[in-house]
């Protein structure tokens, strides 16, 4: 099992900036992606950001296409998302997801792990 650790959430005025955190750990693989995805009260869960273990392949979802930037550092099995120009909308529990490829990360699949999520509220 593969247990992952969310943190950097927190309350930021519009227009402000954050960095998400989700480390890795037990077991986990030498080739595998991780993602982003993020759930509005009354709305489904979205997907945000994802990236391969090699850091060679991305993908965003619209909404946050040149201002949410995701990265991963393999030493430390963790990723990253940095959110900038935040809006009111971009508040939501954000979730962190491991899988095996950013093709399938939308995708349910018998290697799927999530994270508990971090709140991120955008005040305007």
């Known amino acids: 099992q593969v247990q992952l650790v969310e943190s950097g959430g927190g309350l930021v005025q519009a227009g402000g900036s954050l960095r998400l955190s989700c480390t890795a750990s037990?077991?986990?693989?030498?080739?595998?992606?991780m993602g982003w995805f993020r759930q509005a009260p009354g709305k489904e869960r979205e997907f945000i950001a994802a990236?391969?273990?090699?850091?060679?392949?991305?993908n965003y979802g619209d909404s946050v296409k040149g201002r949410f930037t995701i990265s991963s550092d393999n030493a430390k099995n963790t990723v990253y998302l940095q959110m900038n120009s935040l809006k009111p909308e971009d508040t939501a529990v954000y979730y962190c997801?491991?899988?095996?490829?950013?093709?399938?990360?939308?995708?349910?699949?018998?290697?799927?792990?999530w994270g508990q999520g971090t709140q991120v509220t955008v005040s305007s």
């Open positions: 990236i391969n273990w090699s850091g060679g392949s991305t």
């Open positions: 037990g077991r986990t693989f030498g080739r595998y992606a």
């Open positions: 997801k491991f899988g095996l490829s950013v093709a399938t990360m939308l995708d349910r699949g018998p290697y799927d792990y």
